[in-house]
T-cell receptor
Framework: AQTVTQSQPEMSVQEAETVTLSCTYDTSESDYYLFWYKQPPSRQMILVIRQEAYKQQNATENRFSVNFQKAAKSFSLKISDSQLGDAAMYFCAYRGSQGGSEKLVFGKGTKLTVNP | DVKVTQSSRYLVKRTGEKVFLECVQDMDHENMFWYRQDPGLGLRLIYFSYDVKMKEKGDIPEGYSVSREKKERFSLILESASTNQTSMYLC??????????????FGPGTRLTVL
């Protein structure tokens, strides 16, 4: 079974600085998808960024980018120019491509604090 | 705008009560999910449904059942609530991707307290 590990339960960053959240996963599949979700305090979970395993190029969405290392099974999230609104729980998630399953496997999350 | 709604944001129930949590999506998605979120444990899948009247167990189905009579609605049922079911419950939906990297859309969550 696939597993997703987020080794940092909590992280903090100064406003305008850069922070990197770590995520590793375990799978025997060669094709799969990876996601970072954000859950602000008392608000809905939303997708931040996604990456297809067959793409070598790292995904980027404005201030958010990933460092995808397929061989190392690592998928870290970099937040540049951190803003107060980035404070949230961040979850890394994995989805396989076999069997048509849409199930996601989530990590335990990293709580990000942004200090003014 | 895509939308997943849940019937209650906060719910307080007594041990032994039958509890219904309702989730509705307006995106015509085939797949719907119920997760439980606990501090330090992340999101754990309880049940999911890939079509009307179809369901599959997730990682922690014990003590729960589900119902999907209509495509847009997915209900989570606690037959006899217990204190260890006190948690945040999240509903999500997604279309069948056929290999594409479709995202799951989440509801606002129901914080259930069982006394």
């Amino acid at each position: 079974a696939q597993t997703v590990t987020q080794s940092q339960p909590e992280m903090s960053v100064q406003e305008a600085e850069t922070v990197t959240l770590s995520c590793t996963y375990d799978t025997s599949e060669s094709d799969y998808y990876l996601f970072w979700y954000k859950q602000p305090p008392s608000r809905q979970m939303i997708l931040v960024i996604r990456q297809e395993a067959y793409k070598q190029q790292n995904a980027t969405e404005n201030r958010f980018s990933v460092n995808f290392q397929k061989a190392a099974k690592s998928f870290s999230l970099k937040i540049s120019d951190s803003q107060l609104g980035d404070a949230a729980m961040y979850f890394c998630a994995y989805r396989g491509s076999q069997g048509g399953s849409e199930k996601l496997v989530f990590g335990k999350g990293t709580k990000l604090t942004v200090n003014p | 705008d895509v939308k997943v709604t849940q019937s209650s944001r906060y719910l307080v129930k007594r041990t032994g009560e039958k509890v219904f949590l309702e989730c509705v999506q307006d995106m015509d998605h085939e797949n719907m999910f119920w997760y439980r979120q606990d501090p330090g444990l992340g999101l754990r899948l309880i049940y999911f449904s890939y079509d009307v009247k179809m369901k599959e167990k997730g990682d922690i189905p014990e003590g729960y059942s589900v119902s999907r009579e209509k495509k847009e609605r997915f209900s989570l049922i606690l037959e006899s609530a217990s204190t260890n079911q006190t948690s945040m419950y999240l509903c999500a939906s997604t279309e069948t991707s056929g290999g594409l990297n479709n995202e799951q859309f989440f509801g606002p969550g129901t914080r259930l307290t069982v006394l």
